[in-house]
């Protein structure tokens, strides 16, 4: 058995900006992962930043929830740049050209893509195709044949489909794949095209690190769901038996209802949480590291009955984290792994993470509504750690500030010496001046934005993760200033 230490990256003090790609600003028919996150890059490299922290890049609900993944592989098609698929060599304009400039960003540029590719592209480039369509055959297979279903289903979930189909009849499935194979190819296609190499190849070469966000639960319409249903609660329906989500907090009264289905740890653990490998392994292929979602339920899990309306019914219910870690440690080394450990936590949870010798999360939004021991504070921290100004979950620092009543107000301002900077500056200067080796920076506190530009309110499903922000937004003077800022706090 290996020894367990702390994975390299997190031996050195680190600043970065948490952005999910989504967010950046694109013209229509350019997704993300064209020339905007090129531009969002060269902005890291001269503000003195050397991570870029995202969302799940996963395939996302209708509600556009990246925490609600449809994959825990696939990566979400919305991303795709359609005028570098246009870009490329073996990809012609012809019929598509004075469309691409056009409000409607459905435009389906894939299978022209597809066709062109086969008819055009090198012997090499068909070798990568299918040497990636081989290596990725463990998830790839049942995602695009999940698509293809759904497709022809018109969106209905996988438990509603024909029982043939829902049940995962070989016979059925295997003349489904026959009768819709270029549709499927199209899938396949989509995935391999999703220009993520290119961008973590620039990242690495300008030292810039990608941490990406696993959320801990999969959707229920999900194709893990429909194809691994063993690992999961389910009636003979399909239906979820119990459901995810957490107590009443500091978020909702209530608590928050997720929904995902629960896993049947018992089952995961008979097969040696194979699947689990087999997801870190994908996201490790994406990113150099991996932020690990609601990181309390690797210890106990919120379990709340299916027919409960909210989460105030729950209970916690244990869950073998320790083993599941192990076998990562076993597979993969010293994990390069941040537990998202907010919440009710334990005196288990905190040894979990410690034991893996993984950085938790400090939230400095949470460090000024009780005493000097609170353990959000700035001199509470420890190397080994992330603090953030906010999460993707929390107002902006102005909106949170805004907000506050006067007795926190106070005690705020007199813990960071009456600073005379405006909010979020002096909550930025607190993050980067910690002791914890990663300092993470939503991009709206760096463009000083108010609540209005809030990514996400839990418990609430709509008007959320379409926030965007502009370039002109940006000071001119904003990368020589956060350079500035990195270097008095180590962190270039």
């Given at each position: 058995m290996r020894e367990i230490k702390t994975h390299q990256h997190f031996l050195k003090r680190r600043a970065g900006v948490l952005l999910h790609p989504g967010s950046l600003p694109v013209e229509p028919g350019r997704g993300a992962l064209g020339s905007a996150a090129t531009r969002f890059i060269d902005f890291l490299v001269s503000s003195g930043f050397s991570v870029w922290q995202m969302l799940p890049v996963q395939p996302v609900d209708k509600f556009g929830s990246p925490y609600q993944c449809t994959s825990a592989h696939a990566g979400n098609p919305d991303l795709i740049c359609k005028h570098k698929l246009l870009a490329n060599n073996w990809m012609t304009a012809d019929g598509h050209q004075h469309d691409i400039d056009l409000p409607d960003v459905t435009l389906d540029l894939v299978n022209p893509a597809l066709q062109k590719f086969t008819e055009h592209a090198t012997d090499t480039e068909q070798a990568e195709y299918a040497k990636f369509k081989n290596e990725h055959s463990f998830w790839l297979d049942d995602y695009a044949l999940f698509c293809v279903i759904k497709d022809v289903q018109k969106g209905k979930p996988w438990w509603q489909w024909p029982q043939e189909l829902s049940c995962l009849d070989k016979e059925t499935l295997q003349a489904f794949r026959s009768g819709h194979r270029s549709q499927i190819e199209r899938y396949y296609f989509e995935q391999f095209f999703c220009q993520w190499h290119d961008l973590r190849t620039q990242a690495?070469?300008?030292?810039?690190?990608?941490?990406?966000?696993?959320?801990?639960?999969?959707?229920?319409?999900?194709?893990?769901?429909?194809?691994?249903?063993?690992?999961?609660?389910?009636?003979?329906?399909?239906?979820?038996?119990?459901?995810?989500?957490?107590?009443?907090?500091?978020?909702?009264?209530?608590?928050?209802?997720?929904?995902?289905?629960?896993?049947?740890?018992?089952a995961m653990q008979a097969a040696d949480f194979h699947w689990w490998i087999e997801r870190l392994r994908t996201q490790l292929e994406l990113f150099d590291l991996v932020r690990m979602d609601h990181f309390r339920g690797f210890e106990a899990n919120w379990e709340i009955p299916a027919a409960c309306p909210t989460a105030t019914d729950g209970e916690w219910k244990p869950v073998p984290g320790r083993r599941l870690f192990q076998a990562l440690h076993d597979v993969y080394g010293d994990l390069p792994l941040v537990a998202e450990d907010l919440g009710i936590i334990s005196t288990e949870v905190n040894k979990l993470r410690d034991d893996f010798r993984l950085p938790g999360t400090k939230v400095l939004q949470f460090a000024f509504d009780s005493d000097a021991e609170n353990p959000y504070l700035p001199h509470n921290h420890v190397p080994v750690g992330l603090v953030c100004t906010g999460t993707h979950d929390n107002n902006t620092s102005k909106g949170w500030f805004d907000n506050l009543d006067d007795p926190t107000r106070l005690r705020l301002m007199d813990y960071l010496q009456n600073s005379t900077e405006l909010m979020p500056w002096p909550l930025v200067r607190a993050a980067l001046a910690s002791v914890a080796c990663l300092a993470m920076l939503p991009m709206q506190d760096l463009l000083g934005l108010d609540q209005t530009h809030r990514m996400n309110t839990p418990g609430t499903t709509e008007g959320n993760w379409c926030w965007r922000f502009d370039w002109d937004w940006l000071p001119a003077d904003l990368p020589e200033r956060l350079k500035h800022m990195n270097h008095v706090y180590g962190r270039c």
């Open positions: 690495a070469n300008k030292n810039i690190l990608l941490l990406g966000d696993m959320p801990i639960f999969v959707a229920h319409d999900s194709v893990d769901v429909w194809v691994h249903r063993r690992y999961f609660r389910l009636d003979d329906k399909g239906h979820a038996t119990v459901v995810a989500g957490v107590p009443p907090d500091y978020f909702s009264a209530t608590g928050q209802r997720w929904g995902n289905p629960m896993y049947d740890w018992t």
